[in-house]
C-alpha cells in the first residue's frame, strides 16, 4: 500500500485555502462547484457535493442500451402518438 502525498497549504488574510491541482483533478473539483465542509474532532473534512448531472456522467451505471434499442423504442412511442391522433 502506497502513501498518499501530502499538501501544506496557507491561509490567506480572508481565511481561504487554495486546494492544490493534483488534490482538484485528482476528486474531479472545478471552478464553482460546491464543496461540503465539517469539522470531525480536530479535522476539516471537504468533500465534494455531486449533483444528478455529475451522477449521470461519472456515477455507476445501472444499465445499458444501445443504439438499435433507442431507435426502436423511439418508433413505437412515435406509433402510439400517430395513432392518439
Known amino acids: 500500500m502506497g502513501f498518499a ?13 487554495a486546494i492544490p491541482k493534483a488534490v482538484a483533478e485528482k476528486l474531479g473539483i472545478v471552478e464553482g462547484m460546491k464543496l461540503k465542509l465539517y469539522v470531525e474532532e480536530d479535522r476539516i473534512v471537504l468533500e465534494p457535493v455531486r449533483d444528478a448531472l455529475w451522477f449521470a456522467v461519472h456515477g455507476p451505471k445501472v444499465g445499458h442500451i444501445g443504439f438499435e434499442e433507442l ?12 395513432n392518439t391522433s
Open 5 to 17: 502525498p501530502v499538501f501544506e497549504v496557507k491561509v490567506s488574510r480572508k481565511r481561504l485555502v
Open 71 to 82: 431507435e426502436e423504442e423511439s418508433l413505437r412511442e412515435q406509433e402510439k402518438l400517430e
